[in-house]
């Protein structure tokens, strides 16, 4: 019997001070990608806001770095282009987003829905 091999990664926390636990989530899931897994991300809770076009776009864009140089929006928003360059699907909660004050169109053109 071939089984559909399927990963889900849940987002639930995240800071622009602190990207790293996303940024390690985001690598585990462009390595099950590399293996012929289908991966799903959603973003919940406080996780959404790591995904705002002004904060990740625009620092992208600019060049901007983030407290650890080490994780600069710009390779936070380069390692999202390139996970869904591999078909990963990048979701956020609704209600997550109206929690935060968000829709769907303040975020970065990445995120599937």
Known sequence: MNAVK???VVLASGSHAER?????????AATAAAMDIEVEIHAVGASVELLRRDTS???LEAGTQTVNPAMSSRDFVSQIREMRALDIDLFVCSA???EASLRLSDL???VSG
């Open 20 to 28: 790293r636990p996303a940024m390690l989530a985001f690598r585990y």
């Open 6 to 8: 399927r990963l889900v």
């Open 108 to 110: 970065i053109p990445e």
């Open 96 to 98: 997550a987003l109206a």
């Open 57 to 59: 776009q625009e620092a």
